[in-house]
């Protein structure tokens, strides 16, 4: 079902209904991709993609079940709870096999109200994904991406997008994809291990937000490029 889109990626977004999924969908469908908002719940699905469908008049966004969006998508953006992990990826093995899958999960608990980044014993979440998902090519991105300023299509993004996996094409292929996001310079963070330092840096920033209340971002100085 690729429509206009062309020559780039058709976006499947697994756990596409939540801020962060959502954010995401909207600045590629902006940026001029094809989205599909995957979900639980089609019905779910398919009214967040209307809700999106409205804000992107020249994108073909759709709704669909997770698996079938995994199925119908060129490239599957993971924005899943942490937690939702191991149980919704292994009946997506299938679908994603041979396909670049991103995943932006970043493992942070609050207890006590206080964010903190959890221990996960592959690494990081997306060695797990890799875990998970054997035969497809796993890349680490967007973890340090606000959901509130991706949802806000008044403000502009304003930050790198440090990327890292071990299949070195699909990084490429991601690092080109986030920079066709307007205010994004996207840049190479090496192996996937690297994506561990992506996803704690998160409580980090979340920390940022709360003392400064505001929605803190990421920029790396000395790199020209
Ligand atoms: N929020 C941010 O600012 C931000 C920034 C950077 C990275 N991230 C990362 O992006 C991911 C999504 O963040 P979010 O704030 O959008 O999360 P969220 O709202 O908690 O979850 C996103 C979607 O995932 C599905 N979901 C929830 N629990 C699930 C489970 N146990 N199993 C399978 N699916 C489940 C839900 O969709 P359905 O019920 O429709 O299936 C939900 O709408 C997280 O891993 C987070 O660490 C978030």
């Not at 993971?78 to 994603?96: D, R, V």
């Not at 300023?149 to 070195?168: A, H, I, K, W, Y």
């Not at 292929?173 to 192996?191: F, K, N, Q, T, Y």
Request: proline share 6%.
């Amino acid at each position: 079902m690729r429509l206009p889109g062309a020559d780039r990626p058709l976006l499947a977004f697994i756990g596409g209904t939540g801020p962060e999924g959502r954010g995401l969908a909207l600045r590629f469908g902006q940026a001029g991709y094809d989205v599909i908002v995957g979900s639980r719940s089609p019905e779910r699905a398919e009214s967040i993609a209307h809700e999106l469908s409205l804000s992107l008049p020249h994108a073909n966004v759709e709704g669909r079940s997770n698996d079938m969006a995994a199925a119908e998508g060129d490239m599957a953006i993971l924005t899943i709870p942490y937690a939702g992990l191991k149980e919704t990826l292994p009946p997506l093995e299938g679908p994603l096999r041979g396909k670049i899958v991103v995943s932006a999960i970043a493992p942070v608990e609050f207890p006590e109200g206080r964010p903190v980044a959890l221990r996960v014993e592959a690494g990081s979440a997306a060695q797990e994904v890799q875990t998970c998902l054997p035969k497809s090519r796993v890349v680490s991105a967007f973890q340090t991406v606000d959901a509130h300023v991706l949802g806000d299509l008044s403000s502009e993004l304003d930050t790198d997008v440090l990327v890292c996996s071990d299949d070195q094409e699909a990084r490429r292929e991601v690092i080109r994809m986030a920079g066709d996001l307007p205010g994004v310079r996207a840049l190479s963070a090496g192996r996937l291990s690297a994506s561990r330092y992506l996803e704690e840096v998160t409580a980090l920033l979340i920390v940022l937000n709360r003392i400064y209340k505001a929605h803190s971002g990421f920029r790396i100085t000395g790199i020209k490029y």
